[in-house]
Each structure stands twice: as C-alpha cells, then as structure tokens.
C-alpha cells in the first residue's frame, strides 16, 4: 500500500491525515491545537506541525505529502529566514482601521478592479499595513511575506533560520489570491501593492503551477523522512473544493471557525456590491467566496449558556418552531466581515416573557448562524455565480437542526458529504499529484437532505433586526 500525507494548519488545530494512494481512505490521523490568540508566534504553528505528525504515528511509511491552512495570515521574514515579529491572524479585527487607510488611499473600487477583492480587515495586505503602522521597526526587518502553508512548506524542505533561502519559497494561486496583491486576470503578483501598504518591496513566494511540486522534504525533521515529494499545497477551502470534487454549478457552505460560502467559476469576478472576494482554486480555475467571522463558535457558546451538549441544542432548536416566536439573535459576537461590521457585538432582540424560553433561544442561535450564511448565496448570485446544489461542510454540519434548518431557509437541494477531513483530503491529493502527476480520483458519497417549504420569515425577521441596530445592508465601505 502506498500511502501520502495531507496536512492542515487551521486557525484552531493542525491535522495529519495519512491516506491510502489507490483509494483515498484514512489510514491514520494525528492532531494537535493552536494557540487561542489572534496575534500568534509561527513557531506555535512549526511545533504543532510537528507534535500532529508524532500523533499520526509519523511519516517514515509515506510517499508524498502536501499541506494547505488558513488563508490571508502572513509570516514577516527577515533575510536570514527569522520571524521578525509575531503574526496577526486572518480573524484579528485589529487590522481594521489599516483596511480603511488603504481604501481611502486608493479607492475601494480600484482594490476590486486590480485584485478582485473587496479589501477587508482579512487580506494579508491589510496586515501589512498594520505591521507598517503598530510595528515599524519589524516592518522594516522584514526581507519576505509568506502565507501560513508556504511558511510550513518551506520548513518542511528545510529551510528557515540558518538556511534561509527565501528563493525556494513557493505558493500556489488558491494562496496568492487572497493576499490582496494577486491579480485573477494576470495570475502575477502586484508589487507596487505591496510597497504601498508594507512602505517598501518585500520577497514573495513563488507561484507554483495545479501540479507542480514545491520540492523534497528536508534532512533532521522529526517524523519526517528526507527526500519525500512536497506538492504545492493550498488555501483550506480550495483543498476542500479539490477533495469535493467540485463543479461549476455546486456551492459549498462550510461552517467552521468562520462561515464560507464558495463555488467554482471559470473566470474571476468583480463584486463592485463589496461582499465576494475572487480567489483562485487548486485546479486552474476560479473559487469565488464569500466569508463570516461568527460560525460554529456561536453552537459552542448556545450550548455553554444552556448548560447542554451540542446534540442537546440541536433537540431544543427542532421543538421550537420556524423564527422562534419572534426572537432573533445577530451572532456578531467577533465583529463581523460580512457584513463588514468590526465593532459589533452579537444582540439578541425582541425577547419577551412569553417567547424566552430554551427551545427558542437554541432555534434562535442555529437561525442566526444560518442566516449570515444564507445571505451570501445572494452575493455570489450578484456577480452571475448561480449554484444548483448547496454542499453542507464542516463541523457543525453533523447538527440534525443545522440540516433541517437550513433546508428551511433556501431553495437549493442541500446534499452533505460523508463526514471526513476535506482540508487534510484536498492536501493529500495534491501530496498524490506530486508523485503521480496527476489527481487521483478518490470517490466522494453524499446524502440528499429532504427538501422543505421555504421559512422566508426567518430571513425577514434577521434583515427586520439588522435594521433595528442600525446596521445598513449594501456594500462594505471600508469604515
């Protein structure tokens, strides 16, 4: 049996998945956790690396491997290959104001025209600016900017302090494009972008082909044999998109730490409205997303205030019925980017005595988790991206309300995958293209949910509440 490697490094945890070649089976796993912060050292993500690969029994038995993680979050790099200052994640609101200085310096129409994004608080430019502004004696020192996945991917070929080739950093265009300083029409970087929000040039991976492979991995690596391919890696959602198997006409709505909603595309787009930011997919193609800050964090806290399990809120929620009596909760318990909103906090509003009550407010944080999501099917319809199938991932995603909910609240047929590692599967396909040249063809099973008529009050009675906080519907506009 032939076996390869996918890693993620997400916001919260780093996962090892060894999967069998011919098949795409799990054969293995290990895991370890990240730091709860939102301005964290690499290293934490370096050792995390390291521990989940010892809890997957290592890799000494593996052909191949590739990693994909989160997007946007930058590793500041000296010119000896040193981290020069610790890294803002993707989901740190303290970049919020440097978003706003970069839009009123250039326009945010000329962000989307030249990057197709609409520039928010995420994107690893708007993290070069705060490392200019907070920290202008790291953002001097800094020689290069690599994303997480390239960050590990280059430790992995062993580089890094002592052997600081910055040459072989390498990337893949799921990553650049969500950097802010990525162009969709011309697949190049845009350097002047960089200068503009950093305050001079920086190093920046090279942009490796679907399936190119970045290179071999490095001697003295524990749980790491010498040698092995290392594909090109990639973003968490276009791992997941590959794994899926995904086509033009399918959406995926994932629900993790943020809520995402994406589908594939031929071409990039240009959301002028402010909501889809135009990445790129593993494959060639284009991947189109629209993203939330507040996701399956918002269960955990429901069932925190409730005393009860997760399966336990799922059983409040379903007793209670569509639009919980009228009690609405906006879940921006983080800020939120979409609806770009960083200083808000979650509300729950028309609370009555008679309509308080346990299954409500489980039915009512279910509801309002689902409808920050929904909301984004419209974005992506906007920009002529029309979905035929919504895709329903991610952790939350085995909640029974969750599932009936949802199929209440669009009408898309809603199928769901089995219950695997997308991220991890993804990367391992591209851990077999490097060894194989190709993609293998690992199959994907789904359940059709039943359908159901649609609830359109729910959606009303959130737009009704968003409207009582003050908080405008339309464009992002940079504030």
């Not at 609405?328 to 980017?337: D, I, K, M, V």
């Not at 979650?346 to 346990?358: H, K, M, Q, V």
Request: aromatic letters at 6%; hydrophobic letters at 40%.
């Amino acid at each position: 049996m032939t076996l390869v490697a996918g890693i993620d490094s997400s916001t919260q945890t780093c996962k090892v998945t060894v999967r069998d070649l011919a098949t795409g089976v799990p054969v293995r796993e290990g895991k370890a956790s990240h730091p709860p912060q939102t301005v964290v050292d690499p290293e934490a993500w370096w050792d995390a690396l390291l521990t989940a690969v010892r809890r997957a029994g290592g890799l000494d038995d593996v052909a191949a491997l590739s990693v994909s993680g989160q997007q946007h979050t930058p590793i500041f790099l000296g010119p000896d290959g040193e981290v020069v200052c610790d890294s803002p994640l993707w989901n740190d609101t303290g970049s919020h104001p440097h978003m706003v200085a970069l839009n009123d310096e250039l326009g945010r129409d000329e962000w989307i025209r030249r990057t197709g994004l609409p520039l928010t608080l995420s994107d690893t430019v708007t993290k070069l600016r705060w490392l200019r502004d907070e920290r202008p004696d790291s953002a001097r020192r800094t020689a290069a900017v690599a994303i997480v996945h390239d960050w590990l991917t280059w430790r992995l070929m062993g580089f890094g302090p002592g052997n600081a080739d910055l040459d072989e950093l390498v990337t893949d265009r799921s990553e650049a494009s969500g950097t802010g300083y990525w162009s969709g029409e011309t697949g190049e970087y845009c350097p002047d972008l960089v200068e503009h929000a950093l305050g001079h040039g920086a190093h920046l991976p090279r942009i490796l082909k679907p399936l190119e492979r970045a290179g071999v991995t490095g001697p003295g690596i524990p749980g790491v044999p010498e040698g092995i391919p290392v594909g090109v890696g990639s973003g968490d959602n276009a791992a997941a998109a590959l794994a899926l198997g995904l086509a033009e006409g399918d959406a995926v709505l994932s629900l993790g730490t943020s809520g995402v909603v994406y589908a594939r595309s031929a071409r990039p787009v240009h959301d002028y409205a402010g909501y889809v930011c135009s990445y790129a997919d593993a494959t060639g193609d284009h991947l189109p997303i629209v993203a939330t800050l507040n996701a399956a964090r918002n269960l955990d806290l429901g069932a925190a205030l409730l005393g009860c399990t997760h399966a336990e809120l799922s059983e409040l929620a379903l007793q209670a019925p569509p639009g919980a009596d009228g009690l609405t909760l906006l879940p921006y318990f983080e800020g939120e980017r979409t609806p770009d909103l960083p200083r808000a906090r979650g509300s729950l509003l028309e609370a009555s005595l008679s309509n308080f009550t346990r299954p409500n407010f489980a039915r009512a944080v279910v509801e309002g988790t689902l409808a920050s999501q929904v909301a984004m099917l419209d974005a992506l319809r906007a920009c002529d991206v029309r979905p035929g199938r919504l895709i329903l991932i991610g952790g939350a995603a085995q909640s029974p309300a969750i599932r009936q909910i949802l199929t209440q609240m669009v009408e898309l047929p809603v199928a769901v995958p089995d219950l695997d590692e997308y991220v991890t599967k993804g990367a391992a396909m591209q851990a077999a293209s490097a060894l194989t040249g190709a993609f293998p063809d690992w199959p994907v099973e789904m359940i059709d949910l039943p359908s159901a008529p649609l609830e359109a009050r729910i959606a009303r009675q959130h737009e009704a509440g968003k409207a009582a906080m003050g908080y405008q519907e339309g464009a992002s506009a940079g504030r």
